[in-house]
Nanobody, 115 residues
């Protein structure tokens, strides 16, 4: 059974930084393409960053230059470093495979930005 557990969300001032972490189990992590998704209230969940097994990365245009995704295949973790937080960044952030496993979404972690 796949299990994805996100952590690290917090209330941060605009312009600040945050580091989100996700631990995965139940998959062959080192071979998986992993991604970070976010979902604002009333909107569809969107993929904002992904990383392949060979650490090739891809980012949504809205986060390029501010978000950095990384992975640790020994610890089965994928991390999202968020810098220069903007008012439009607050969302619930989730990790999942790419493409996502529809029945494996975790609880997510809430990012809130104060102005």
């Amino acid at each position: 059974q796949v299990r994805l557990v996100e952590s690290g969300g917090d209330l941060v001032q605009a312009g600040g930084s945050l580091r989100l972490s996700c631990t995965a189990s139940g998959i062959v992590f080192r071979l998986a393409i992993m991604g970070w998704y976010r979902q604002a209230p009333g909107k569809q969940r969107e993929l904002v960053a992904s990383i392949t097994s060979v650490r090739s990365t891809n980012y949504a245009d809205s986060v390029k230059g501010r978000f950095t995704i990384s992975r640790d295949n020994r610890e089965n973790t994928v991390t999202l470093q968020i810098d220069r937080l903007k008012p439009e960044d607050p969302d619930v952030y989730y990790c999942n495979l790419v493409p996502a496993l529809s029945d494996s979404w975790g609880q997510g972690t809430q990012v809130t930005v104060s102005s």
